[in-house]
């Protein structure tokens, strides 16, 4: 008997003695349970369904299971995707989470949401909206990013862009970075095609500008764009090519031309816009040559080769910058003194705050090949003459250079940027007019 109670102590049962029980009833009781032990009925086992395939998820209404499959497979019947359904390792959480999200399903689409959302509408008012997430939206609107802002396809794995595109929308799942680059040049595609069917269909006639120049790996690149007039009667440009050349003979530039206007199917052209040099007007007399033949030109093609403005201007300012040559050089190389070494821009700085002068603009080198640039160095450096005059009390050294390349260091620098400004005004002018509001029978 005190076996018997033990065993029933150890299970947790509390004790009856004072609660005035009948010490009979008592001892059967202990008696039953002694016998019967501590065994534990035996679990119920789950009945198999009767066909042994009925599936009584209501995922099984988007998804498909996937025939001859190593394993069980099922594919959502709108996007596609697929997910393991083996019933003894995996469940339906995932197919049923996926279904409703799925920015393909015509049910979600058509589904009103129970709440709008405030956005960021035009003049920066907030107004609601029913707009629901769309996951291919958001990777387009990705790509675009890194295409017009011209990053590198790894700025979606920098962290910095993940923590933010997880505060915009936190379910939006990052693309990876060869994602992205498969992503751009699947839009490149679409466009391309949308632009093609374009020229095909409503473009008559367009004028092309090409260039050509040598990348600092010693290869010859030479793009091409071409302008024209849409639908809407506003003026578009597209670079229609960007490719590598062998060189830049006349023969190979007008080739490289002829292909592509073939590639993208352009009939007609009105003008090609090019640099001043020989091998240009070789390709334009190739050119013209063959348009003439398919009758592509507008009229006989006495205008076809249109010579580029800017080089011309470029020319006509380097010819008139000759005359100045030794003052422009005084300035070029008072400018690479200062930009030389942390130590002299200092003492530069000192000396602009002896002068006195509050000018936030930096000093600037040019660049041989452009001579704008030449009128950016000398309007930098004509805010700071008084402070380059008083480098030469303040810094030994300014002279020793000076007086190592070019001679004493004097800087006169207003009438020489008086004579660029002329040049550079109307360079920098942009062309007002981008809409045509009369329809001209040439185009």
Not at 60 to 70: A, G, K, S, V
Not at 86 to 106: E, F, I, Q, R, W
Not at 198 to 210: E, G, H, N, Y
Not at 392 to 411: H, N, Q, S
Request: hydrophobic share 35%; aromatic share 8%.
């Amino acid at each position: 008997m005190e076996r018997g109670k033990s065993s029933l102590q150890g299970v947790g049962v509390p004790s009856l003695q004072g609660v005035g029980v009948p010490s009979g009833v008592v001892d059967q009781g202990v008696s039953q349970g002694a016998a019967a032990g501590t065994a534990l009925p035996p679990l119920r086992k789950r009945k198999p369904n009767a066909s042994g395939s009925r599936k009584t998820s209501t995922v099984w209404e988007e998804f498909n299971i996937l025939p001859d499959e190593p394993e069980p497979i099922a594919a959502c019947k709108h996007c596609h995707k697929r997910y393991r359904c083996d019933p003894k390792t995996h469940g339906t959480s995932n197919m049923l989470a996926h279904s409703k999200v799925c920015y393909k399903n015509p049910a979600l689409l058509l589904k009103d949401p129970n709440q709008t959302n405030l956005v960021s509408g035009e003049g920066g008012f907030l107004v609601p909206t029913s707009q629901r997430f769309n996951a291919a939206a958001c990777r387009k609107a990705i790509n675009t990013f890194v295409i017009l802002d011209e990053h590198s396809f790894r700025v979606v794995e920098g962290v910095g862009f993940k923590q933010m595109c997880k505060q915009l929308q936190p379910q939006m799942a990052i693309p990876t970075r060869r994602t992205v680059a498969r992503d751009c040049f699947q839009l490149y595609l679409a466009e391309k095609s949308r632009l093609k069917a374009f020229f095909k269909s409503d473009c008559t006639r367009v004028a092309l500008t090409t260039d050509c120049w040598t990348s600092i790996q010693n290869l010859s690149y030479m793009a091409t764009t071409a302008h024209f007039i849409d639908t809407a009667w506003k003026y578009q440009k597209k670079i229609i090519s960007f490719s590598l050349v062998p060189n830049h003979k006349g023969d190979t530039i007008g080739m490289k031309v002829e292909d592509v206007l073939r590639e993208w199917g352009l009939r007609k052209v009105s003008t090609i816009t090019l640099d001043n040099a020989t091998a240009n007007d070789v390709a334009v007399s190739y050119l013209d040559r063959r348009l003439k033949s398919k009758n592509a030109l507008l009229g006989v093609g006495d205008y076809l080769h249109m010579r580029c403005a800017a080089h011309v201007l470029n020319l006509v300012v380097r010819d008139g910058e000759k005359e100045h040559e030794g003052s422009i050089e005084s300035v070029r190389t008072a400018v690479r003194f200062v930009r030389s070494s942390p130590q002299r821009a200092m003492k530069f700085k000192e000396c602009v705050e002896l002068a006195g002068i509050t000018c936030k603009k930096k000093l600037c080198l040019d660049v041989s090949t452009r001579w704008n640039s030449t009128y950016l160095m000398l309007d930098a450096a004509e805010k700071f003459e008084a402070a380059f005059d008083n480098m030469i009390d303040e810094d030994p050294g300014y002279i020793e250079y000076f007086d190592l390349l070019t001679g004493p260091p004097v800087l006169r620098i207003g009438k020489k940027l008086g004579l660029l400004w002329f040049s550079y005004k109307p360079s920098m002018r942009q062309p007002k007019c981008f809409q045509l509001r009369k329809k001209c029978p040439c185009i």
